[in-house]
């Protein structure tokens, strides 16, 4: 019976151990929480020129709503990640409790456990600051998502406006 108490802290921390591990596999970069940022921009090929009509405008407004698509599939990602991040930092908590739980059955004794609560507070940091930056990404993409669409509508009110001009029909 004494070897089965003694035996369960030690699984109970391996079983731990081993699900941390599996998280340092799957290391997120701020990559791919800018990514976005570093898209090539649009401004020349949107810009309007004096000459340009109704159908230069409206070819233009449509080069902008693509970029509104394709911002707004990476917010959706990003979104995911936050999501699936809060559930990591979650589990991540979860697993510092029952080690600092183990940590007081075992009296402070136990250098492996004191490690390993010291490498999960660091990965609960780590792991707390990309959350941070993809919230902080969001907020700029809703931001240009925001700006482009208001761009989209400003082009195709402009070009309704020329085709009137023109005679031509709404």
């Not at 108490?5 to 800018?34: E, K």
């Not at 589990?91 to 609560?117: A, P, V």
Request: charged residues 35%; contains cysteine; hydrophobic residues 40%.
């Amino acid at each position: 019976m004494k070897a089965v108490r003694s035996a369960t802290p030690i699984l109970i921390a391996l079983l731990f151990w081993a699900m941390c591990g599996s998280y340092a596999l799957a290391d997120d970069t701020l990559d791919s929480i800018t990514a976005w940022q570093r898209w090539k921009s649009i401004d020349a090929a949107i810009e309007l020129r004096p000459l340009d009509g109704p159908e230069d405008i409206i070819e233009k407004a449509e080069i902008i709503e693509d970029r509104v698509d394709a911002l707004t599939n990476e917010k959706t990602r990003l979104e995911a990640e936050i999501e699936l991040s809060r559930q990591k930092l979650q589990t991540l908590n979860d697993q510092r409790d029952t080690l600092q739980q183990l940590d007081e059955i075992k009296q402070g004794g136990d250098m492996q456990i004191r490690q390993r609560l010291h490498d999960l507070t660091d990965r609960i940091q780590r792991e707390q600051n990309l959350l941070e930056k993809r919230v902080e990404s969001v907020g700029e993409l809703c931001v240009e998502l925001a700006r482009m669409r208001e761009l989209a509508a400003e082009y195709r009110e402009k070009a309704r406006l020329l085709k009137l001009e023109e005679g031509g029909v709404q």
